[in-house]
């Protein structure tokens, strides 16, 4: 769902929610974004994509092999574990670690009105503490 937030001559910016399945998880966000660019008007553009939580990221990745995803999934949880030796005691510390890892925010060229990525990639959120709704700030500027 998105809600309008503000707009101007260079720039579109909107708020996405994605509810995410399990605690650890990465959604992939890629359809939300080129559906958002699609709508805008833009054609020659940047779209930011941030996450304001500190528990779950962004990233981009494979989308063609799911291994890839559960592969990463079970790497993190191998070297940060849930029940690690954390002084921050409110039991979700690994994933403000595994957040911390991704980051926040990327960005991607928009060209004729479609994201420039690779061909195996796709834009995901990377949930480390659900399952939650998490929002996601999308900024189009030109």
């Known amino acids: 769902m998105f809600f309008l937030l503000l707009k101007g001559w260079d ?11 399990r605690r650890n998880a990465f959604v992939d966000i890629t359809r939300l974004v080129q559906d958002f660019v699609s709508s805008s008007g833009f054609i020659d553009c940047t779209v930011s994509i941030f996450c304001p939580h500190t ?15 559960s592969d990463a999934l079970t790497f993190l949880s191998t070297m940060i574990p849930k029940n690690g030796s954390f002084s921050h005691s409110e039991g979700n510390s690994d994933a403000h670690i595994k957040t911390m890892l991704f980051g926040n925010s990327v960005s991607v060229f928009v060209e004729n009105g479609e994201l ?8 995901y959120l990377a949930e480390f503490d659900g399952p939650r709704e998490r929002q996601i700030w999308l900024k189009i500027t030109k």
Do not use: K, M, Y
Not at 11 to 21: E, I
Not at 55 to 69: F, L, R, Y
């Open 116 to 123: 420039l990525l690779g061909t195996w990639q796709a834009i």
């Open 55 to 69: 528990t779950c990221a962004v990233t981009i990745n494979e989308n063609s092999d799911p291994d890839v995803v």
């Open 11 to 21: 720039f579109l910016a909107h708020r996405l929610t994605v509810r995410t399945p």
